[in-house]
């Protein structure tokens, strides 16, 4: 999971991966363009030398529950906890929704501009992995774009409970990122994504922090990896986030993907600070 989390870190691409010494990121594996089906899920670049690189994925939550006027865009903390190592801060980050963008966002795409970056406080590489809870405060709502609904409390819980959660039950996976190509070698960290990015993944497990998931394109499945942080793991064919990628799942995401949930206490505790939770 460490290691995982440092790499994640570093999901920019071009002149943001330079900056690092982590592997550079891969996304979502096994799929297919998203085009404007799940218009809220975002692409978070970082502003630097007059450029706009690729850094996170993630999602609108809708307004603030303080201010309405400010949009609330929920990522992993792992993409904005390190903005400072590097010598940025939470105004220098923008947001686009986009559905084409690719490595980096041009001076034509439409963007959200950002006031401040803030994560889970238990939130550590080491020894908190369990808190990677971002999120990045927006200058303005999004206007005509339904925010990503959160879970209610213990809902994986109580679908497990009743028998809802099969080795038949598949999730939604939707990020930007490059597209992993590790058939026949290591993976190829180059290959540009589309765009926004759509894939399935079939139920495996649960624990008290985490939902498990297959992601093996061979069995026919695809899922989220380090470009992919901070994006939401959707009830299939809903709007309802129940996961967060974070940092777990096999190292080249030909197999697993672990994300972290969305409706323990944990999660609840740090969000419902800026959101209306069910």
């Given at each position: 999971?460490?290691?995982?989390?440092r790499?994640?870190?570093?999901?920019?691409?071009?002149?943001v991966?330079?900056?690092?010494?982590?592997?550079?990121?891969?996304?979502?594996?096994?799929?297919?363009?998203?085009?404007?089906d799940?218009?809220?899920?975002?692409?978070?670049a970082?502003?630097?030398?007059?450029?706009k690189?690729?850094w996170?994925?993630?999602?609108?939550?809708?307004?603030?529950?303080?201010d309405?006027?400010?949009g609330?865009y929920?990522?992993?903390?792992?993409?904005?906890a390190?903005?400072?190592?590097?010598?940025?801060?939470?105004?220098?980050?923008?947001?686009?929704f986009?559905?084409?963008?690719?490595?980096?966002?041009d001076?034509?795409?439409?963007?959200?501009?950002?006031?401040?970056?803030?994560?889970?406080?238990?939130?550590?590489?080491?020894?908190a992995?369990?808190?990677?809870?971002?999120?990045?405060?927006?200058?303005?709502?999004?206007?005509?774009?339904?925010?990503?609904?959160?879970p209610?409390?213990?809902?994986?819980?109580?679908?497990a409970?009743?028998?809802?959660?099969?080795?038949?039950?598949?999730?939604?996976?939707?990020?930007?990122?490059t597209?992993?190509a590790?058939?026949?070698g290591?993976?190829?960290?180059?290959?540009?994504?589309?765009?926004?990015?759509f894939?399935?993944?079939?139920?495996i497990?649960?624990?008290?922090t985490?939902?498990?998931?297959?992601?093996?394109?061979?069995?026919?499945?695809?899922?989220?990896?380090?470009g992919?942080?901070?994006?939401?793991?959707?009830r299939?064919?809903?709007?309802?986030?129940?996961?967060?990628?974070?940092?777990?799942?096999?190292?080249?995401?030909?197999?697993?993907?672990?994300?972290l949930r969305?409706?323990?206490?944990?999660?609840?505790a740090?969000?419902?600070?800026?959101?209306?939770?069910?």
């Amino acid at each position: 999971m460490t290691s995982r989390l440092r790499m994640a870190a570093a999901v920019g691409v071009t002149t943001v991966a330079a900056l690092v010494s982590a592997s550079p990121a891969v996304a979502i594996d096994n799929g297919v363009p998203d085009g404007t089906d799940h218009p809220n899920v975002g692409l978070l670049a970082i502003e630097h030398d007059g450029v706009k690189d690729a850094w996170c994925s993630g999602f609108y939550a809708g307004p603030h529950k303080a201010d309405p006027g400010i949009g609330v865009y929920v990522t992993a903390a792992h993409c904005v906890a390190d903005l400072a190592v590097f010598g940025f801060s939470g105004s220098d980050l923008t947001v686009t929704f986009e559905p084409e963008v690719t490595i980096e966002v041009d001076e034509d795409t439409n963007t959200w501009a950002t006031t401040a970056a803030t994560w889970h406080p238990a939130f550590a590489y080491d020894t908190a992995a369990d808190a990677d809870y971002g999120v990045v405060l927006l200058e303005d709502q999004v206007g005509g774009v339904a925010g990503v609904q959160f879970p209610r409390a213990r809902l994986l819980d109580e679908l497990a409970a009743r028998g809802a959660l099969r080795p038949r039950t598949v999730f939604d996976n939707v990020g930007y990122g490059t597209v992993p190509a590790f058939k026949g070698g290591p993976p190829d960290p180059f290959v540009p994504t589309t765009g926004r990015m759509f894939a399935t993944s079939k139920f495996i497990g649960l624990t008290a922090t985490h939902l498990h998931l297959l992601t093996n394109s061979d069995a026919g499945y695809g899922g989220a990896c380090y470009g992919d942080s901070g994006s939401p793991v959707l009830r299939h064919g809903s709007n309802t986030a129940v996961a967060l990628v974070s940092g777990g799942g096999d190292r080249i995401c030909r197999a697993t993907n672990h994300p972290l949930r969305l409706d323990t206490p944990a999660a609840r505790a740090f969000y419902r600070d800026y959101l209306q939770l069910p």
